[in-house]
């Protein structure tokens, strides 16, 4: 990275200084280079390992079920119906709704942190938002099925509370963080000149907010929202706990009152019953694999924005 | 081959990656126990020369060197050099202080240790003298185990030259030494130089027409990675054979 | 509308926004706190269940939970700071090294269900370890991997170049530099890291609901090939499918989890402002 790794070879010359100890020291040294080095292949590996698991045991379900079977709008594997639709479907809203309250309030509250927010404030709002991104989403799912649920049940009245709408919600609130800090060093990273421009030529901070240092961070402002909107898609207990696992195929508007399954809250409640190696087990697998890619995509269109810029990833994965 | 020279560089040429030349052919010879000052405009090539002679070039990569570059004779280059062996014999300090996050004490004994000097007599020795030798030893005597970071601008450069003492070298590379040092110091450090001498080969890079004519015994003018003139003594400053020389002596242009 | 009173009212909208993401999870919290502290005993902490979990104390879950994350770490931390090392001194700029980074950025968003599949697959079935501590410490590792990596990193490349230069003009090769300038330096930023990772490890569910987790373990684990129990799970059993279980005991064990996942936010927190008070550069 910063230099031509050089090669160890024996000296020649005269040393000034005491010779060589430093015999063994070049073996070990090399060891623990050549171990280093290959701990770089071994993330790739990781990540082939997982495809390929994922297709070792989901690919056999193209042989055991067929296409129609997969494509139908019933999910009731007991009566060998295996319709992915209503749990992709299920899995599409909650991300959409979560994505409509995750959206708008992580970049408003990104830019209020960054651009707004005096000193103060934002020293205690970064711990904050922090220390929301530790809560484990199992504990959020309790918390959406003990208290807000309830309350959906409540004012909304939807018969049990246990809706799209709740999943939506817990889902929102647990990609925020990811949102927010993403965002938030987007808009750091925009040059005090940019700003210090716009304030000369009359405008207010307000406006230059908008019309400056917000576009000029868009990419990154984009990438934090792929990543929040790949962090929904995957996310399993949040939702498993408060959407109500019926799979229904969600059409209307009005669906989001109504229980919903998730292609995750699918995996996570029925792997544990069922029979290894039958068709059941396969198309979970097959579940998975579709999960896989499609949070591949999200992911590989985010690193491209990030390589482009030439930056690394900054707090992306935290 | 000149036999008297400790340094001797033959048809030195040094390309960039992208084509760029940094130096044309300079053939140049440092002689032992003087001070060589390679002096001339910014950007000209005077600080890729100094690094072309303990290797550090090869920091960067992709550029490639045309030429030899020979020590006692030897190539440095060659396929069966120890680089780091060679760093220890031909040291360099740099124009900003770098003290390494340590103790005073450490950063002077972090050279001899990776070269596997365990004896801690041996390695007190060398602390003592390599801060005699850059006239830093009475300053901090009594405070070695506190960070090297405290001391003061002037202090931290003679901090790092008696870094480079520590593993004596046969010749010390100087960068613009005083760049961002007030001229008490700079005063100081121009002394110590004279001194070192006696000991060593010194090669500065001066931060002024001015500092090279108080140093120099030889004096080098480089321009736009060109060896223009040398001189020996002050004989370069008084009466510069070449026009160009003279132009940038004179300030015509810099 | 005045340039001045938009300029206001936006102010006000920011804060107002910024408060309703605030404002819910600081009630929610303080709600589990609530009702949760009144379970929390020495009994609560260190006894094992009773009576079909529904009283006595957490004690295997949080042992088992304490025993996966440093299984997590044993995995996770020589890898991933291996990596990061490779990736801030060796690597140069070439499809190698991209290729690296983009694997680690899709190791970071893989749901965590499917790293439980993966799991389950690899682990569990292929490699026979069953359904066991060793697995599900694997799982969570290979899930830590890319935030480990990214923080130290991010750490390895602060410190500053110059102390490099200086280290290879002493005759330094480049692991000699590696390990007694820039690894020191890194550490505490490299620290902060893995307590965030393992942070995350801890608190995760899915990946080991099927490489590890148990419900109802009347004994300790003995060997890392033995299941156990953890407290994210048995949150998530006591409050789904258990009949009849106290409410106070579920916010407790809310709590219990919460407690020892933010103590670690803290501790990572205080680190982080200890170590930039105390640098030398």
Redesign the interface.
């Known amino acids: 990275?910063?230099?031509?790794?050089?090669t160890?070879?024996?000296?020649?010359?005269n040393?000034?200084?005491?010779?060589?100890?430093?015999n063994q020291?070049t073996i070990l040294?090399r060891l623990?280079?050549r171990?280093?080095?290959v701990?770089?292949i071994?993330?790739?590996l990781?990540?082939a390992?997982?495809f390929l698991?994922?297709l070792?045991?989901g690919g056999a379900t193209f042989f055991e079920v067929t296409l129609r079977n997969l494509l139908q709008t019933r999910w009731y594997p007991n009566e060998g119906h295996f319709g992915l639709l209503p749990l992709i479907l299920g899995s599409l809203m909650v991300t959409l709704g979560a994505a409509v309250v995750s959206l708008?309030?992580?970049l408003?509250?990104a830019?209020?942190?960054a651009e707004?927010?005096p000193r103060w404030v934002r020293e205690i709002?970064k711990?904050?938002i922090?220390?929301?991104a530790?809560?484990?989403?199992?504990?959020l799912?309790?918390?959406g099925?003990?208290?807000v649920s309830p309350l959906i049940r409540e004012y909304m009245g939807a018969p049990t509370g246990l809706t799209a709408l709740s999943g939506s919600l817990m889902l929102g609130?647990m990609a925020?963080p990811t949102i927010?800090s993403v965002a938030e060093d987007a808009l750091d990273a925009v040059p005090k000149s940019y700003r210090d421009a716009a304030l000369a030529l009359g405008a207010?901070?307000?406006?230059t907010i908008w019309r400056v240092t917000v576009p000029a961070a868009r990419s990154g402002i984009l990438t934090a929202m792929m990543?929040g909107v790949?962090?929904a898609?995957?996310?399993?207990?949040a939702v498993m706990?408060v959407t109500g696992n019926a799979a229904r195929m969600p059409l209307t508007l009005g669906s989001f009152l109504m229980p919903v399954r998730t292609m995750?809250a699918t995996?996570?409640a029925e792997?544990?019953e069922v029979a290894?190696g039958g068709a059941h087990y396969h198309v979970?697998?097959a579940i998975?694999l579709v999960?896989?890619f499609v949070?591949?995509i999200?992911?590989?269109i985010?690193?491209w924005t990030?390589?482009r810029q030439g930056k690394?990833?900054g707090r992306?994965?935290? | 081959m000149d036999t008297r020279s400790k340094f001797e560089l033959q048809n030195v040429s040094y390309i960039y990656e992208d084509g760029v030349q940094a130096l044309y052919d300079v053939n140049l010879c440092i002689y032992p126990n003087q001070i060589t000052a390679v002096f001339g405009p910014a950007g000209g090539g005077k600080s890729t020369l100094l690094r072309l002679l303990n290797r550090l070039n090869e920091l960067i990569p992709g550029r490639r060197l045309e030429g030899r570059v020979l020590l006692d004779g030897e190539d440095i280059y060659a396929p069966g050099m120890d680089v780091h062996a060679l760093r220890r014999r031909v040291g360099m300090v740099f124009a900003t202080p770098v003290p390494l996050p340590m103790s005073i004490r450490q950063n002077l004994t972090y050279g001899p240790e990776l070269a596997g000097v365990r004896n801690r007599a041996r390695l007190d020795e060398l602390v003592e003298s390599s801060l005699q030798a850059a006239a830093l030893w009475g300053e901090v005597k009594d405070r070695l185990d506190e960070p090297a970071a405290a001391l003061s601008g002037g202090q931290q450069q003679r901090l790092c030259l008696a870094r480079t003492l520590a593993l004596e070298p046969e010749v010390i590379l100087l960068d613009e030494p005083t760049s961002g040092l007030d001229p008490i110091s700079t005063a100081k450090v121009e002394a110590s130089l004279q001194e070192l001498k006696q000991n060593y080969t010194l090669v500065v890079v001066p931060h002024s027409v001015q500092q090279a004519a108080r140093v120099a015994d030889h004096a080098v003018f480089i321009l736009q990675g060109e060896l223009v003139e040398e001189g020996m003594g002050g004989q370069l400053f008084t009466k510069p054979q070449n026009q160009r020389t003279e132009d940038y002596i004179t300030g015509r242009f810099g | 509308m005045s340039r001045q009173l938009r300029q206001r009212l936006g102010f006000t909208l920011l804060s107002l926004t910024t408060l309703t993401v605030v404002l819910p999870i600081l009630l929610l919290v303080g709600y589990i706190v609530v009702q949760g502290a009144p379970a929390i005993s020495g009994e609560f902490i260190v006894a094992m269940p009773r009576d079909g979990m529904r009283a006595g104390g957490l004690w295997p879950a949080i042992v088992g939970t304490v025993l996966l994350t440093l299984g997590t770490a044993i995995f996770a931390v020589p890898v991933g700071v291996a990596v990061a090392i490779y990736l801030a001194e060796y690597a140069r700029d070439n499809l190698f090294t991209r290729l690296i980074r983009l694997a680690i950025i899709n190791l970071a968003g893989v749901p965590s269900v499917v790293y439980g599949l993966f799991g389950l697959g690899l682990f569990v079935i292929f490699l026979q370890f069953g359904a066991s501590i060793l697995a599900g410490s694997l799982t969570l590792a290979i899930m830590t991997l890319p935030i480990i990596i990214s923080t130290a990193e991010e750490a390895l490349s602060a410190v500053p170049r110059s102390f490099r230069i200086v280290s290879f003009s002493l005759g330094g090769t480049k692991w000699q530099t590696v390990r007694r300038v820039v690894l020191p330096q890194a550490l505490p930023g490299i620290l902060t890291g893995v307590i965030l990772g393992l942070e995350r490890a801890a608190g995760e569910t899915a990946p080991i609901l099927f490489t590890v987790a148990a419900f109802f373990l009347p004994r300790l684990p003995h060997s890392i090939f033995d299941q156990t129990m953890a407290l994210p799970y048995h949150l998530f059993v006591i409050s789904t499918q258990v009949p009849g279980m106290p409410v106070h005991i579920q916010y407790g064990t809310a709590l219990v989890l919460l407690i020892f996942v933010l103590s670690m936010n803290v501790l990572a927190a205080v680190m982080r402002s200890r170590f930039r008070a105390k640098r030398q550069w």
Request: net charge negative; glycine share 8%.
């Open positions: 990275m910063w230099f031509e790794p050089l160890e070879q024996q000296a020649t010359l040393v000034t200084m005491s010779s060589n100890p430093r020291t040294e623990i280079e171990f280093i080095r701990t770089g071994l993330v790739i990781f990540l390992l997982i698991f994922l070792r045991e708008p309030l992580g408003l509250t830019v209020f942190i707004v927010a709002l711990p904050f922090e220390v929301l530790g809560i484990p989403s199992v504990v799912g309790f918390l099925m003990l208290v609130y925020l927010i207010t901070h307000w406006q990543l790949g962090r898609i995957g996310e399993t207990m706990m995750t995996i996570a792997m544990g290894q979970l697998f998975g999960l896989f949070t591949f999200i992911n590989l985010a690193a990030i390589f690394r990833y992306l994965l935290s």
